[in-house]
């Protein structure tokens, strides 16, 4: 995603705000084919022409436009991501300056898990398909881990006078729900429901995986 050039009009005209946005949609997914932009929205409870509508002034924000796009954006070279305080200056929070272009995500946990659902839905075209599913599970799972310390981070920005969560400390997904959800939410975990139970048998067979595939383990799976 790049700037061709410098637009002069606050305003521009439909056909090109339309362009805009497909290409910003396109921008947002893995896929580098081109994609059914219309239907895409319509699947995700979107208004196209709203957006389109929107996206015609190009001072005017297009809100929430950024979930429809997806966490994950395809940059090319030179590309910045850019925070614009009221006062008119501006904040660089992520660029990419690799010649080859890059990928700029706005949500680590959120990137993970579209993976991992793009990795499930596909798997059955794989050449191999156990692989694929325990990528899925794989990349689902670590992305539960990614928004724990997501919403730990922000829990210790809005509570500065508090004792912070220590997102560095190298402990498994359950241990943080155990110590932070308290802290975060007033109340611990349930986890006598059928979606733990889920989850705990997911992580059970990604390690077990894991082990067989240990060169220096013997023996089978357990």
């Not at 924000?61 to 925070?83: S, Y």
């Not at 969560?165 to 006598?192: H, Y």
């Amino acid at each position: 995603m790049g700037a061709k050039h410098l637009c002069m009009s606050q305003q521009i005209t439909s056909k090109a705000a339309a362009k805009l946005v497909d290409e910003v949609i396109q921008c947002g997914y893995w896929q580098p084919t081109p994609l059914v932009t219309l239907g895409l929205l319509q699947r995700r409870g979107a208004d196209y022409e709203a957006i389109v509508s929107a996206a015609r002034n190009v001072l005017k924000p297009v809100f929430n436009f950024e979930n429809v796009c997806g966490p994950t954006w395809r940059a090319t070279p030179g590309v910045k991501v850019l925070c614009e305080r009221p006062d008119g200056t501006a904040e660089v929070l992520a660029g990419v300056d690799d010649p080859g272009g890059g990928v700029i995500t706005t949500s680590v946990y959120q990137a993970k898990f579209r993976a991992g659902c793009e990795l499930l839905v596909n798997a059955a075209r794989s050449p191999d398909v156990f692989k694929a599913l325990m990528s899925a599970t794989t990349k689902g799972l670590t992305s539960i881990d990614s928004f724990l310390v997501e919403i730990a981070t922000e829990w210790n920005r809005r509570h500065p006078g508090n004792r912070p969560l220590d997102i560095r400390e190298r402990i498994n997904a359950e241990d943080r729900i155990d110590r932070w959800l308290p802290a975060i939410a007033g109340a611990r975990f349930d986890k006598s429901t059928r979606n733990w139970n889920d989850y705990k048998k997911a992580g059970q067979g990604q390690k077990r995986v894991e082990s067989a595939r240990d060169p220096n383990r013997q023996g089978k799976i357990p």
